[in-house]
């Protein structure tokens, strides 16, 4: 069994992904979040690539930035049963069941272009439509995130029956960068979408994903202009 202050390392390393340095090549390199923050947040404004508004304050003497995005998608997902399940396992076979549950969402994430706000044992909470990141289109926020779901419920079920809920919600949300002296940097996001969302997958059932209707007047919009693509350039709608 793992002795509590164990348990204790395993889940500081889960809950805060963003806020380790990563040690390869000397320093200086930072976790995929925490890079993004010191290598394109230090504008004081910016366009995003496919011209939606973009902007990032910073307070005079105050060692944190905000990221204000007008128009983007989150989501909150989470492993059904989480706590009776690790129960169930127990000790290391818990903590490697979780491990590799997170290596799936990662490499889901990273397919989609998805940015991950926070991770914790039982789940994430991530952001699409920034176009921080290279195919990170606002224009296809709401259905990338579906389909990362779709995907990640798939692949999952094969591990040990996973099960995940989940809820997707729309609308105006900033991130907060707090920079703690030279080492960690703690990413906080907020809004009303946020917190819609995170009530709404909490009321999910296993292999359900709620969306609100703003989202899905969106996942509407994305949809017919991808069919229209599809028709521009030869293909079925």
């Avoid at 105050?62 to 989480?82: G, H, I, T, W």
């Avoid at 549950?101 to 699409?128: F, S, W």
């Avoid at 002296?181 to 997958?201: F, I, K, L, P, Q």
Wanted: aromatic residues 4%; charged residues 25%; negative net charge.
């Amino acid at each position: 069994r793992i002795h509590p202050k164990e348990k204790e390392t395993l889940f500081y390393a889960l809950l805060s992904p963003a806020e380790m340095p990563s040690t390869k090549g000397g320093g200086g390199s930072w976790s995929r979040w925490a890079s993004r923050g010191e290598q394109s947040r230090r504008q004081s404004s910016s366009t995003s690539r496919d011209g939606s508004l973009r902007s990032l304050t910073r307070e005079v003497g105050a060692e944190c930035e905000v990221e204000q995005l007008e128009d983007a998608a989150v989501m909150s997902l989470s492993v059904e049963r989480f706590a009776e399940r690790s129960a169930e396992l127990g000790g290391e076979e818990a903590a490697q069941w979780t491990l590799e549950v997170h290596r799936v969402l990662d490499q889901l994430l990273e397919k989609h272009a998805i940015r991950q706000v926070k991770a914790r044992a039982d789940g994430i909470l991530c952001v699409a439509g920034s176009s921080d990141i290279a195919n990170d289109w606002r224009r296809t926020a709401v259905s990338r995130l579906l389909q990362f779901a779709l995907e990640a419920a798939a692949s999952l079920e094969s591990l040990r029956q996973t099960r995940i809920r989940a809820a997707v919600c729309s609308g105006p949300l900033h991130v907060l960068l707090l920079q703690d002296g030279d080492v960690s940097t703690r990413v906080v996001v907020y809004g009303e979408a946020v917190n819609a969302c995170m009530r709404m997958e909490m009321t999910a059932l296993g292999g359900e994903a709620l969306i609100s209707k703003l989202a899905m007047e969106k996942l509407r919009e994305e949809l017919v202009d991808q069919d229209l693509a599809g028709l521009s350039d030869g293909g079925a709608p």
